[in-house]
């Protein structure tokens, strides 16, 4: 029903994926250009700095095989210089699966990262803005939006930090809250801990930058939005923070045990919390048995993140039983469509030939009947032509899924259908379908007095 | 009325154990949004309606100085009712784990521990009357103020060790527990005052002092000592966080030890 051609993280390197990468700007000319191919009916692509992924589903009548090959053909055109080794392209249940997986954050380099489901949403609104979403793309993705949902809530997959920034910015959130109001003190440079100075500063905090060098404090401040203060300033300016994030390359300890009682006396036992990113370390160990003092080093940080991961991929076993068990649901939902088409083709011929009766009766011995007749008779139609079709179509559709065991098979049938009432052939074939001779009985023929019944009902 | 009144605690204790249930798996649950966090405080509420009801009840057939079963009931309503206006504002969600349990124990033990106490002559009615209020709504705010630091203290102890279960997110943070807690002893301490002092003018008509009674007295007079001390302590020198919920959590508990004996061997004032 689905293909999914791409790349991703696992099967290729970043400087593989990024000749692949396709800017927001020019999604909907490629997506347009894909469902110009005779063989893709639907397409939407997922681009992001782990993975570019064309999802795409076969027109009518085409099979999974071409899409893909259509798929390929059109990625490659992205990036024509680029090895293609790493392209895959996956059909069927496997590429419900993995959409499912993807949006799921099963599939992400960082497991149970959240934003990827925003992405894949954002692709899919993008796609249907484009105008290249259909009804099996909005099946597949709704139900793939749906199962991350029901990952989320029901797994622990996403719980837990898992880089050391955010580590530390939820710890400083567990012991002070809000941080709004609250101060951050940055010793040092080093891009971890500018990340997480940045980070705490998102969050409403106050930021400090100390440093010896005056000029690199300076750049430093401006770089993360702070103010500058020089190492001179260090005792008062300890006493003011509320976090200490300290990344130095000073070969001792930059803050000692007695600084920082000293500060937490002029503090009135208000909490410290020291982030030591340093190694060797700046912040004397000692200080973690004073009353409101809190020390995480780069080794704590490291743990928590391991733990976090092993917790995730714990989880992953559950989240893909999840995953399993809503495309299987959706396997049999696309079994079904298969008859869609057959369905609709048998509804419209059915449809057409009686609507051809009704109008000439119209046109005839019935054209002195009023609005409200005629609609009368309209509304027959339709429920004549339900009627009609509904056992073929529950019959039609049960022998489209592929548990089926029944007999004749989906396709006798179909090709059954097919042939007999002309499916595939257009109007004018259909007009062999026309009554003519001693069986025909158009409407024109009933009595008039009954024609008269029929429209005061 | 007696049905009614009957009526209104099993179903009050139904919608406190519920209650109980719902805040406990909250704090337990790994991830996702919890429809629970929605509903716990509500059959809290609920809960604290029926109580109300049965207190009601009661009071209409005796008054709560007279009855230690129906001032235990109302120190519970007093502590849920507590909970139920600060938790939001306060962001003292979690603390409904500790405070819906204990409300339950209270409305049960107020069931079947309770006897009729007995009022000497000669003790100003109006002013029992406040000593008993001012006692009851003190229980209340300290049973909030001890949840708060049992909190802080299981929060901070999980810090030190860098232990970051899934499920201690769902807590406060330390702040919002250390100043939930100072500020319920600041409003529940002038309470305390009063009932103590008032509970010293009664000891004046007292012409024996039993065992029992004496014990509640020292108990009521420690707590004060231990509450005085911790917000003393802050005041002067700072004295917050850990030590600070320690503290709290011994005051705490003689207040809970009052509360005992008097289960253990009611006693009216004056006897």
Excluded at chain 1, 58 to 83: I, N, Q
Excluded at chain 2, 84 to 101: D, E, K
Aim: hydrophobic fraction near 50%.
């Amino acid at each position: 029903m689905i293909t999914v051609v791409g790349l991703s993280h696992k099967s290729a390197p970043i400087g593989v994926r990024e000749l692949y990468a396709l800017p927001k700007e020019r999604v909907p000319d490629f997506l347009l250009d894909l469902v110009g191919r005779p063989e893709v009916g639907e397409a939407l692509i997922v681009s992001t700095c782990n993975r570019v992924e064309i999802v795409a589903a076969a027109r009518a009548g085409s099979d999974l095989g071409r899409v893909a090959a259509a798929c390929r053909s059109a990625f490659a055109g992205l990036s024509p210089e680029a090895p293609a080794d790493g392209v895959y392209a996956l059909s069927g249940g496997d590429a419900v699966r993995h959409l499912f997986g993807v949006a799921s954050s099963l599939d992400s380099l960082v497991l149970g990262e959240p934003q990827i489901l925003g992405q894949v949403k954002e692709a899919y609104e993008m796609a249907r803005r484009a105008g290249t979403v259909g009804a099996i793309l909005h099946r597949a993705l709704s139900r793939a939006i749906h199962t991350a949902k029901l990952v989320r809530s029901q797994t622990a997959v996403g719980s837990g930090q898992v880089s050391v920034p955010t580590v530390a910015a939820d710890l400083a959130r567990r012991i002070f809250g809000d941080l709004g109001g609250h101060t951050v003190l940055l010793m040092g440079s080093g891009e971890m801990a500018e990340t997480v100075a940045r980070l705490l500063a998102a969050s409403g905090a106050r930021l400090l930058v100390v440093g010896r060098s005056a000029d690199k404090v300076k750049a430093l401040a401006e770089a993360v939005g702070g103010e500058a203060h020089s190492s001179s300033e260090l005792g008062t300016v300890l006493e003011h923070a509320d976090v200490i994030i300290s990344s130095t390359s000073a070969p001792g300890f930059v803050i000692e045990r007695d600084a920082v009682a000293r500060a937490r006396r002029a503090r009135r036992g208000k909490s410290q919390f020291y982030i030591d990113l340093a190694v060797p370390r700046d912040v004397d160990p000692a200080i973690e048995k004073l009353d409101g003092t809190f020390l995480y080093n780069i080794d704590d940080f490291s743990r928590i993140v391991s733990e976090s991961l092993a917790s995730r991929w714990r989880e992953a076993e559950r989240a893909q039983a999840i995953i399993d068990g809503e495309a299987k649901g959706f396997d049999r939902w696309a079994d079904g469509e298969q008859a869609t088409p057959t369905i609709v083709a048998l509804r419209e011929r059915i449809r057409g030939a009686l609507r051809v009766e009704l109008d000439r009766s119209l046109g005839g011995r019935l054209r002195h009947l009023g609005g409200p007749e005629r609609a009368a008779l309209e509304t027959m139609l339709e429920a004549s032509v339900n009627r009609l079709l509904h056992l073929p179509t529950t019959r039609l559709r049960r022998a489209a899924s592929l548990e089926s065991l029944d007999t004749p098979s989906f396709p006798e049938l179909t090709a059954a259908l097919d042939s007999l009432f002309a499916l595939g052939e257009g109007d004018a074939v259909a007009s062999e379908l026309e009554p003519s001779g001693p069986d025909a009985a158009p409407l024109e023929s009933v009595p008039s007095g009954e024609v008269a019944k029929l429209g005061s009902r | 009325m007696a049905t009614l009144a009957t009526i209104a605690f099993y179903l009050g204790v139904i919608a406190y154990s519920a209650a109980s249930t719902l805040f406990f798996l909250d704090l337990v649950r790994r991830d996702g949004a919890s429809t629970r966090a929605t509903w716990a405080p509500r059959l809290l509420g609920l809960a604290a309606a029926f109580h109300a009801v049965k207190v009601a009840v009661g009071l209409s057939r005796e008054a709560p100085m007279e009855s230690l079963h129906l001032a235990l009931s109302f120190s519970a309503l007093c502590a849920a009712g507590v909970y139920l206006l600060v938790h939001r504002r306060a962001n003292l969600f979690a603390t409904g784990a500790i405070v819906a349990p204990v409300a339950l124990t209270f409305l049960v033990a107020s069931q079947f521990v309770g006897a009729e106490a007995r009022v000497e002559d000669g003790i100003s009615r109006p002013l029992l009357a406040f000593h008993i209020a001012a006692n009851v709504l003190g229980v209340g705010l300290f049973v909030v103020a001890g949840a708060s630091g049992i909190l802080y203290l299981f929060q901070e102890r999980r810090l030190r060790a860098k232990q970051l279960g899934t499920s201690s997110n769902r807590l406060p943070s330390l702040d919002t527990l250390d100043r939930a807690t100072h500020r319920l002893l600041v409003i529940g301490f002038p309470l305390l005052t009063f009932g103590v002092v008032t509970g010293a003018v009664f000891s004046g008509h007292w012409e024996a002092m039993e065992g029992a009674a004496l014990a509640r007295s020292l108990f009521g007079y420690a707590t004060w000592v231990v509450l005085a001390a911790v917000l003393v302590a802050r005041r002067v020198a700072g004295v917050r966080g850990r030590r600070a919920a320690y503290g709290t959590l011994a005051g705490v508990l003689c207040v809970l030890l009052v509360v005992l004996v008097y289960a253990l061997k009611p006693g009216g004032h004056g006897s």
